[in-house]
Nanobody, 127 residues
Framework: QVHLVESGGGLVQAGGSLRLSCAASGRTGSSYSMGWFRQAPGKEREFLAAIVWAIWRGSSTYYADSVKARFTISRDTAENTVYLQMSSLKPEDTAVYYC?????????????????WGQGTQVTVSS
C-alpha cells in the first residue's frame, strides 16, 4: 500500500510558477513509475509527466507535448517525494493536479497505468 499527499497548489497569475510536491509513504520497490495528471471541470484526467526509476538503470522522464516546454518532473529519493515544477502558467492550466504511483515501469501515459492516487491539489491561474 502506498499513500500519496500532494501539496503546493494555489492561486497564481498567468506567467507565474508553482512547484507541486507529492510525498509518498509505504513501499515503492526497487523500480517504479510516478506520474502527474490534472483534471479540469468537465474534462477527462490528463497525463502531464512521469518519472520512471529502476535501480539498474536510473531515472527517465516523460512529458505530454502540451507541457514539456514548461513543466519539469523530478524526485528526491531521500525524501521519497516527487515534484512538478510548473512555469509560464496559463489560465488553461487551471485544474486539480494529482500524483500517482504506476502499476509497472512499462507504461505510464494513461490513468489506468496507475494504482495509487493522491487526493489532488487545486491550481488556479488567473488572467
Amino acid at each position: 500500500q502506498v499513500h500519496l499527499v500532494e501539496s503546493g497548489g494555489g492561486l497564481v497569475q498567468a506567467g507565474g510558477s508553482l512547484r507541486l510536491s507529492c510525498a509518498a509513504s509505504g513501499r515503492t520497490g526497487s523500480s517504479y513509475s510516478m506520474g502527474w495528471f490534472r483534471q479540469a471541470p468537465g474534462k477527462e484526467r490528463e497525463f502531464l509527466a512521469a518519472i520512471v526509476w529502476a535501480i539498474w538503470r536510473g531515472s527517465s522522464t516523460y512529458y505530454a507535448d502540451s507541457v514539456k516546454a514548461r513543466f519539469t518532473i523530478s524526485r528526491d529519493t531521500a525524501e521519497n517525494t516527487v515534484y512538478l515544477q510548473m512555469s509560464s502558467l496559463k489560465p488553461e492550466d487551471t485544474a486539480v493536479y494529482y500524483c500517482a504511483v504506476g502499476r509497472s515501469t512499462n507504461s505510464y501515459y494513461t490513468p489506468s497505468d496507475y494504482q495509487y492516487w493522491g487526493q489532488g491539489t487545486q491550481v488556479t491561474v488567473s488572467s
